[in-house]
């Protein structure tokens, strides 16, 4: 079945600098990689995702690498604000959300 | 509306009560979703409903047993629980084969 691995367990960022998360997958079948970021005492909330006929995806000051060949990919947020602190997931599946395999996470802590 | 709503927020229960828990949500999604959380790890999967029916259970024991009454309501019924069940469950839900959006959840204690 599908592993992810995640890097690094733990973040710790300047206010405004940028942040970097990367994820790699096994099955070379997964082809929907979805971020979650997740807050003390909430859910994860999906914040961006992309599919294997992509490369790359932005959305403000959130973008991710997707790079299939080496079956790795990056989440990385531009100029940290302190509620960017949370944990962040990478995640693998091999059809569009069904069974979604997680990443142990990363604990990202932007310090103002 | 794009929200997953759990009840309830917070329980306790001893190794020999009968509990539910609910979750509802009203985006019109055909797929819902039991995750398990333990602290500092990320979401397990444990059950899949998708038009109603039960898709996939991931080796889940019988203690644990869900209920999907209709498309927007998902229960987990327990029953004789142990204290290593102690846990976050989150409820998900998504149009099938499509994005998933997670409610806050149930933080259980079992005693």
């Known amino acids: 079945g599908e592993n992810v691995e995640q890097h690094p367990s733990t973040l710790s960022v300047q206010e405004g600098d940028s942040a970097v998360i990367k994820c790699t997958y096994s099955d070379s079948a997964s082809n929907y990689f979805p971020w979650y970021k997740q807050e003390l005492g909430k859910g994860p909330q999906l914040i961006i995702d992309i599919r294997s006929n992509v490369g790359e995806k932005k959305d403000q000051r959130i973008a991710v690498t997707l790079n299939k060949t080496a079956k790795h990919f990056s989440l990385h947020i531009t100029e940290t604000q302190p509620e960017d602190s949370a944990v962040y997931f990478c995640?693998?599946?091999?059809?569009?959300?069904?069974?979604?395999?997680f990443g142990a996470g990363t604990i990202l802590r932007v310090k103002s | 509306d794009t929200e997953v709503t759990q009840t309830p927020k917070h329980l306790v229960m001893g190794m020999t009560n009968k509990k539910s828990l609910k979750c509802e949500q009203h985006m019109g999604h055909r797929a819902m979703y039991w995750y398990k959380q333990k602290a500092k790890k990320p979401p397990e999967l444990m059950f899949v409903?998708?038009?109603?029916?039960?898709?996939i259970n991931e080796s889940v024991p019988s203690r644990f047993s869900p209920e999907c009454p209709n498309s927007s309501l998902l229960n987990l019924h327990l029953h004789a629980l142990q204290p290593e069940d102690s846990a976050l469950y989150l409820c998900a839900s998504s149009q099938v084969l499509e994005k998933l959006f997670f409610g806050s959840g149930t933080q259980l204690s079992v005693l």
């Open positions: 409903y998708s038009y109603e029916k039960l898709s």
């Open positions: 995640a693998a599946s091999p059809l569009y959300g069904n069974k979604l395999v």
